[in-house]
T-cell receptor, first 113, second 114 residues
Framework: GENVEQHPSTLSVQEGDSAVIKCTYS??????FPWYKQELGKRPQLIID?????GEKKDQRIAVTLNKTAKHFSLHITETQPEDSAVYFC????????????FGKGTKLTVNP | NAGVMQNPRHLVRRRGQEARLRCSPV?????VYWYRQLPEEGLKFMVY????????ESGMPKERFSAEFPKEGPSILRIQQVVRGDSAAYFC????????????FGQGTRLTVV
C-alpha cells in the first residue's frame, strides 16, 4: 500500500522567512496530493492541493510542487507570519479508487515574531 | 466544511465500556471516511463507507471496532470494550459521490479512556 514520508518533523523560522516541507510517496498510482493545516485541538483544514497532471500550483503565499518521477512533493510558504504556526500534514490518494488519504506524520511549524 | 458534524466532541469512557462516535455528513454527501489520530501523530485511515455499504475497511482493527452508515441518520463508529490505547482523536470526512471532489473533515471526537 501507499506510504508517505514527511520531513522535517519540526521547523522553526523567523517571521518573514520562507518555510519548506517535503514529502515522498511510494505508490505511483497516487494522483492527488493535498496539504492540511491543523491547529491545536482543531480539525485538519485543506490549504492547497495538487493533482498529478500539474507540476506546480500557487495560492498567494502558499505553493506546492510535484515531481512525479521522483515521487516527491513539497509545500512552500513565503513571508511567514506567526499565524502560520501549526502542524502541517501532506497526504496522497488515488482519485479513481477509494480516495482514502494516506498522511505523513506531520511537521510542526513555529514562526517566531 | 463547517457542515460536517461530529458528536460528542469529547468522550470519556472507562476501560471495558463501549464508545459510540457519530458523524453527520454535509447534506448531499454520501461518502464517509473515518480517521484516527493518536497524540502527536498523523491521521490514519480506518474505514470508508457509502450509504449502507462498507467499501474499504482495511484500516480497521480486526476486533472491537465496527462502523456503519445507515440509509437514514449519521455514520457511527463503535468501539467495544475500550482500552487505554484507544484514546485518540477520531475524525470523519465526508464528500459527495461526484468524482474529483474534496472531502471535508469534521471537528473530531476526542476519546479518553480512563
Amino acid at each position: 500500500g501507499e506510504n508517505v514520508e514527511q520531513h522535517p518533523s519540526t521547523l522553526s523560522v523567523q517571521e518573514g522567512d520562507s518555510a519548506v516541507i517535503k514529502c515522498t510517496y511510494s505508490d505511483s498510482a497516487s494522483n492527488y496530493f493535498p496539504w492540511y493545516k491543523q491547529e491545536l485541538g482543531k480539525r485538519p483544514q485543506l490549504i492547497i492541493d495538487i493533482r498529478s497532471n500539474v507540476g506546480e500550483k500557487k495560492d498567494q503565499r502558499i505553493a506546492v510542487t510535484l515531481n512525479k518521477t521522483a515521487k516527491h512533493f513539497s509545500l512552500h510558504i513565503t513571508e511567514t507570519q506567526p499565524e502560520d504556526s501549526a502542524v502541517y500534514f501532506c497526504a496522497a490518494s488515488w482519485k479513481g479508487g477509494s480516495e482514502k488519504l494516506v498522511f505523513g506524520k506531520g511537521t510542526k511549524l513555529t514562526v517566531n515574531p | 466544511n463547517a457542515g460536517v458534524m461530529q458528536n460528542p466532541r469529547h468522550l470519556v469512557r472507562r476501560r471495558g465500556q463501549e464508545a459510540r462516535l457519530r458523524c453527520s455528513p454535509v447534506k448531499g454527501h454520501s461518502h464517509v471516511y473515518w480517521y484516527r489520530q493518536l497524540p502527536e501523530e498523523g491521521l490514519k485511515f480506518m474505514v470508508y463507507l457509502q450509504k449502507e455499504n462498507i467499501i474499504d475497511e482495511s484500516g480497521m482493527p480486526k476486533e472491537r471496532f465496527s462502523a456503519e452508515f445507515p440509509k437514514e441518520g449519521p455514520s457511527i463508529l463503535r468501539i467495544q470494550q475500550v482500552v487505554r490505547g484507544d484514546s485518540a482523536a477520531y475524525f470523519c470526512a465526508t464528500k459527495p459521490a461526484t468524482v474529483n471532489t474534496e472531502a471535508f473533515f469534521g471537528q473530531g471526537t476526542r476519546l479518553t479512556v480512563v
